[in-house]
């Protein structure tokens, strides 16, 4: 049967409206995709590790002792076989205890603060320096992650570093006291170990350079 140029007319019409209908399809989709991906940039922060715990600005000062810590952060001579000479240094991350070896089944435990998540480590160092009232530093990649962070803080109250340090190795690492004494048990450093600053001044009392430092993360 022939058709005629009305008919022939109508079909194109027909098929060009379908032809539109799926361009906007494709259009609409492409459009949603688009704006989908942008507002997941948008809302999404960049991944940050993050503490077990706020950590204190430094120059607050919230005190020296171990008291209100609960008893297992708490200085005691504890039951410890190891073995390691007397003097060595353990440091359990995942317990949040630093053994010092007193004998083959002695050692004095201290509670301690270590590194938040993604800024734990393991090892074996030496202590290489000691300090009292140390000035903080900040390291470049700190600054970098914390840019409100002073460039420099003379030692005393207040100073992160707290009353003691002992510098392990060559590295940034530290064993250190606190500002913040309610921090241990917790994981809120970038890798150091902090101690109440009584406890940090009785450790640093009872250990000399070239302690040997175990570092354990389980």
């Known amino acids: ?115 938040r998540d993604g800024f734990t480590w393991q090892g074996l160092l030496q202590i290489s320096r000691k300090a009292e009232w140390p000035d903080w530093h900040p390291p470049p990649e700190m600054i970098e992650r914390q840019p409100y962070l002073p460039r420099f803080m003379a030692g005393g109250p207040g100073n992160p570093l707290g009353a003691r340090a002992m510098y392990l190795g060559a590295t940034v690492y530290r064993i250190h006291g606190t500002n913040a004494p309610e921090t241990i048990g917790q994981a809120v450093s970038s890798g150091c170990f902090r101690l109440v600053n009584d406890d940090v001044i009785d450790l640093y009392n009872r250990v000399n350079v070239g302690t040997k430092v175990i570092v354990r993360q389980d």
């Open 1 to 115: 049967m022939a058709f005629g140029p009305a008919t022939r007319a109508s079909e194109r019409a027909s098929k060009m409206k379908s032809f539109c209908r799926s361009v906007l399809v494709l259009f609409a989709a492409a459009t949603g995709l688009i704006l989908a991906q942008a507002s997941a940039q948008t809302l999404l922060p960049p991944f940050q590790f993050q503490p077990t715990a706020q950590d204190v600005d430094p120059g607050i000062d919230h005190g020296n002792t171990e008291d209100g810590l609960p008893y297992e952060y708490q200085k005691q001579m504890v039951f410890y076989r190891s073995q390691q000479p007397p003097g060595t240094i353990i440091i359990d991350t995942q317990e949040r205890h630093l053994y010092l070896i007193q004998d083959p089944t002695h050692a004095m435990r201290y509670g301690i603060g270590v590194g």
